[in-house]
């Protein structure tokens, strides 16, 4: 008892898993019902026996001797025990639930000059009132005003535009791959917007486009790393 309180003290969790000899089925196949010392063992620490089914059958008897106690049993995807006839026992097994923190994608703003008609942008500048800017005595106010004045005609010919960029981008992710990723992403966009054969066409040449890129940047990133790993080897030598 005081071995498994020290380990909760420590780790916050507790697991016992092994061949106790204590029989916990219940049912019919074991009248007496299961072990009341380990009940009360497991009943003190907050323990679950996540084993149901008979480790160990018998032509006469089924009992249940190979338990998994776990302090924390919503932790566990799943458990159970297998058949593999090597012994007359069960092999059990419980399968942690594993989620790791997912890195918050990185936002970036920049202005788009795709649709930037350079005449116009030019026009309409020259169009500004900048003397209205006079009205103020302080100069930092006016450097703010002609500040507003430009920044709504720079708004007009190249809005801002954001993009989310993955934090945890895989290394073998060339900037070529990204993009064609982003030009993939869009197809498939159109496609759901408009759904035709044509949109579903060229989303998916652009998709195994990007399969095709993806495979080739795998395969020479391993080579590049086994090249490196080798030469590395023979330089301890």
């Known amino acids: 008892m005081s071995a498994a309180e020290r380990m909760y003290a420590k780790r916050h969790e507790i697991l016992f ?9 219940t049912g019919k196949d074991n009248p007496q019902g299961p072990n009341q010392e380990l009940i009360g063992f497991c009943d003190q620490l907050c323990l679950t026996n996540v084993i149901r089914n008979p480790t160990r059958v018998t032509n006469s008897s089924k009992s249940l001797l190979d338990v998994i106690l776990v302090s924390h049993p ?9 058949h593999l006839g090597i012994s007359d026992h069960d092999l059990i097994f419980i399968v942690r639930k594993q989620k790791l923190p997912k890195p918050k994608a990185r936002i970036i703003e920049f202005r788009s000059i795709k649709n930037l008609d350079n005449e116009a942008f030019i026009s309409d500048l020259k169009s500004i009132p900048w003397d209205s800017s006079y009205i103020f005595d302080n100069v930092n106010d006016i450097w703010a005003h002609w500040e507003n004045l430009y920044k709504q005609v720079l708004d007009k ?19 070529l791959i990204q993009k064609e ?20 066409n060229n989303y998916k ?25 080798s030469k590395n080897s023979v330089g301890l030598f």
Request: one cysteine or more.
């Open 17 to 25: 898993i092994g061949d106790f000899n204590m029989d916990m089925l």
């Open 74 to 82: 919503d932790r566990y995807a799943t458990s159970g025990n297998l």
């Open 157 to 175: 010919h190249a809005p801002v535009k954001q993009i989310r960029l993955r934090a945890n981008q895989l290394p073998w992710i060339t900037p």
């Open 181 to 200: 990723m982003r030009l993939r992403n869009r197809l498939y966009k159109t496609f759901r917007r408009v759904p035709t054969d044509a949109n579903w």
């Open 205 to 229: 040449n652009q998709r195994n486009k990007v399969t095709k890129l993806k495979r080739k940047a795998v395969k020479e990133f391993c080579l590049d790393a086994a090249s490196c790993s």
